[in-house]
């Protein structure tokens, strides 16, 4: 069966430090990637889908990148962490456009 | 353009008495809908998917959804309500990126209460 992971569940950083966030997913190859952010949870934001190993689009210009440097891993980062970034941010996959996504735990991140 | 309602921030219903949850969607072609269920500090849950074929679909937890294409609607719905089917619910539908490729466009979410 498949199981996606992300790490840390919790994180408190202050402004202007970096950030990286990790998602993998095993038991399935090539998935659709995505990373959202809920705000005050509720609606969800897209940031970041991938296809593939390499393949990143971006939904929302900001102060984040992703990189998926393997086929089921996904990475989240920003160079310099802004108040605005804290958020839960949920990593997903797919197994293609028509099926449903799956969903991590989640990052409660928290800038000071 | 593409999006999803949901008309109700939060819904109340009795232990045992039927629940309905509304969405409304907006997409060109062929909708393919979703309705995720979030509980406190978790991620979404998948509950069911309309693709194509029989307007009621069945999904987990006894949750049951009714697309009707002519009011744009997909309702989330369960006979009998639990107080454990208290959680945040989302509606989904397939959009478009703005470089042509499929993503998911979630409502804002209702909140369901059920109460003893």
Same mark, same amino acid.
């Given at each position: 069966?498949?199981? +996606?992971?992300? *790490? @840390?569940?919790?994180?408190?950083? @202050? ?19 995505? *990373? ?19 393949? +990143?689009?971006?939904?929302? @210009? ?6 998926? @440097? ?22 997903? *996959? ?19 | ?5 949901? !008309? ?9 008495? !039927?629940?309905?949850?509304? /969405?409304?969607?907006?997409?060109? &072609?062929?909708?393919?809908? %979703? ?7 978790? &991620?979404?849950?998948?509950? =069911? ?6 307007? =009621?679909?069945? &999904?987990?937890? $006894? ?10 609607? %997909?309702?989330?719905?369960? !006979? ?9 619910? %989302? /509606? ?7 470089? &042509? ?7 804002? $979410?209702?909140? =369901?209460?059920?109460?003893?």
């Amino acid at each position: 069966s498949q199981t +996606i992971h992300q *790490w @840390p569940a919790t994180l408190v950083q @202050p402004v202007g430090s970096p950030l990286s966030l990790e998602c993998t997913v095993e038991g399935t190859s090539n998935p659709n990637l995505y *990373w959202y952010r809920q705000a005050a949870g509720r609606g969800l934001q897209l940031l970041f889908y991938s296809v593939g190993i390499g393949q +990143i689009s971006s939904e929302v @210009p900001q102060n984040l990148s992703a990189s998926r @440097p393997q086929d089921r891993q996904f990475i989240l980062s920003s160079k310099k962490l802004l108040l605005s970034d804290s958020g839960f941010y949920l990593c997903a *996959w797919s197994a293609g456009t028509a099926h449903e996504q799956y969903f991590g735990p989640g990052t409660r991140l928290t800038v000071t | 353009a593409q999006s999803v309602a949901q !008309p109700e921030d939060q819904v109340n219903v009795a232990e045992g008495n !039927p629940l309905t949850v509304k /969405c409304t969607y907006s997409v060109s &072609g062929n909708p393919y809908l %979703f309705w995720y269920v979030q509980y406190p500090n978790r &991620g979404l849950q998948f509950l =069911l998917k309309y693709i194509t074929g029989d307007n =009621l679909v069945k &999904g987990s937890y $006894g949750f049951e959804a009714e697309f009707n294409k002519s009011q744009t609607s %997909f309702h989330l719905k369960k !006979p009998s309500a639990l107080v454990s089917d208290s959680a945040l619910y %989302f /509606c989904a539908v397939r959009g478009f990126t703005t470089s &042509g490729t499929y993503k998911y466009i979630f409502g804002t $979410g209702t909140r =369901l209460k059920v109460l003893a």
